[in-house]
């Protein structure tokens, strides 16, 4: 029997996005990757009023938990502290690929946040090796597209992909991510 491909969502922060909005891109996901992939969708603490020390000991506790080849998928809010808790922390496995949808950049030029503050050298603190991929609705009114230039860069080593009409939720559509994943398997 074929062990299922591990994956963990980090959802976006703000009241219901777990299960109002996030669970919408999750279902996508399941959806479109089929009976191969196990979505790990943990529930982060205060959502309607995130604080990165509490979502990095969650993160921190669901990474420890993972096989070798994982791949990470953070949305929105949840998407810049992952990076900051993968820069702090890094992951005691090897890493598949990280995906980033949506993510509001916190730093010169995007959101200011002391407690997000993502590092000028960003994309060398992060896992070597690991295939990287923002994408970014260039109809995103929440994290507005130049966001997603500051990542380009801040993450040079990284796939950035620019979705023409598409929100902050990217339609609740992730054909476009699952696809990647799916690419992703088709090497190995």
């Known amino acids: 029997m074929q062990q299922k491909r591990q994956l963990v969502f980090v959802q976006g922060g703000g009241k219901g996005a777990h299960d109002a909005w996030d669970s919408k891109l999750v279902a996508s996901l399941r959806l479109q990757l089929g009976q191969n992939y196990q979505i ?30 994982a791949i990470l998928i953070g949305h929105s809010l949840g998407a810049p502290i992952l990076l900051k808790a993968l820069v702090e922390q890094p992951a005691q496995r090897e890493l598949g690929a990280i995906f980033l949808i949506a993510a509001p950049f916190v730093g010169a030029g995007g959101w200011s946040a002391d407690e997000l503050e993502l590092p000028a050298d960003l994309g060398a603190l992060l896992p070597k090796d690991v295939p990287i991929h923002f994408y970014h609705g260039l109809a995103d009114d929440v994290a507005p597209p130049s966001h997603v230039e500051l990542y380009a860069r801040a993450v040079p080593q990284a796939q950035v992909h620019r979705l023409s009409g598409r929100d902050h939720q990217l339609n609740d559509d992730l054909s476009e991510i699952a696809a990647a994943i799916l690419s992703l398997e088709a090497r190995h």
């Open 40 to 69: 790990h969708y943990p529930r982060m603490p205060r959502e309607d009023e995130p604080k990165y020390g509490l979502w990095k000991s969650a993160l921190e506790s669901w990474l420890a938990k993972l096989p070798d080849s």
